[in-house]
């Protein structure tokens, strides 16, 4: 399983853009690149998902370079109610989802009025 | 129901006892996920249910540590002779072979989680 290193925290205004980067150097060919997102006393939600390049739904974008080291979730305009913990996660899908699916301590962001 | 049921929602109880934490998953979603979450802390996984079968228990703590699955849908989670240690949040998943209703193939849902506290 690929080990993912991510900045523990982050603060920012409110309206910015937000931009936190994962590092996953030991990607495997078939890994997919998974973001939740997590509030105070609830359980992760997915985000965003991705394999290469750029996708972007209604939420967030996810930028993937060609070598797949790295993936960086940007989420635009942050408004106070972003404040949450953002995991990043790298694994397999199956054909009953990940074999294995292991969320790291997560990226603390705070968003500042 | 509509989406993971986790129950008991909070659990106090002293340290020797027995707990069984149970988890009602998502209708028709075969792989099931048990993580623990201590104050402040990431999610640690405990154990993965494929169907009835867990083919990675490598999270399991210890052997006080337990879980089991039936019929393919609810799990329940027992812990032995709590200790202290053993308080934290407790959070189930289910997440689907195939996409359905536009969700994401591979998608975790988490329930809202037991949280358990051994005085």
């Known amino acids: 399983l690929a080990k993912t290193t991510q900045p523990i925290s982050m603060d920012s205004y409110e309206g910015q853009e937000v931009n936190i980067t994962c590092s996953h150097n030991?990607?495997?060919?078939?890994?997919?690149i998974t973001w939740y997102q997590q509030f105070p006393s609830q359980g992760p939600r997915f985000i965003i998902q991705?394999?290469?390049t750029k996708v972007t739904n209604e939420v967030a974008s996810l930028f993937i370079p060609a070598d797949r080291k790295s993936s960086t979730l940007s989420l635009p305009r942050v408004s106070l109610s972003d404040t949450a913990v953002y995991y990043c996660?790298?694994?397999?899908?199956?054909?009953?989802?990940?074999?294995?699916?292991?969320f790291g301590i997560g990226t603390k962001l705070q968003v500042i009025p | 129901g509509a989406g993971v049921s986790q129950s008991p929602s909070n659990k106090v109880t002293e340290k020797g006892k027995d707990v069984e934490l149970r988890c009602d998953p998502i209708?028709?979603?075969?792989?099931l996920y048990w993580y623990r979450q201590s104050l402040g802390q990431g999610l640690e996984f405990l154990i993965y249910?494929?169907?009835?079968?867990?083919?990675?228990k490598s999270g399991l703590p210890s052997d006080r540590f337990s879980a089991e699955r039936t019929g393919g849908s609810v799990s329940t989670l027992t812990i032995q002779r709590t200790q202290q240690e053993d308080s934290a949040v407790y959070l189930c998943?289910?997440?689907?072979?195939?996409?359905?209703?536009?969700?994401?193939?591979?998608?975790?849902?988490f329930g809202e989680g037991s949280r358990l506290t051994v005085l």
């Open positions: 996660l790298v694994g397999v899908l199956s054909s009953g989802g990940y074999q294995k699916v292991t």
């Open positions: 209708s028709g979603h075969t792989a």
């Open positions: 030991n990607i495997a060919t078939n890994d997919y």
């Open positions: 998943a289910s997440s689907s072979p195939t996409g359905t209703s536009g969700r994401k193939w591979g998608e975790l849902f």
């Open positions: 991705g394999y290469k």
């Open positions: 249910f494929q169907g009835n079968s867990a083919p990675d």
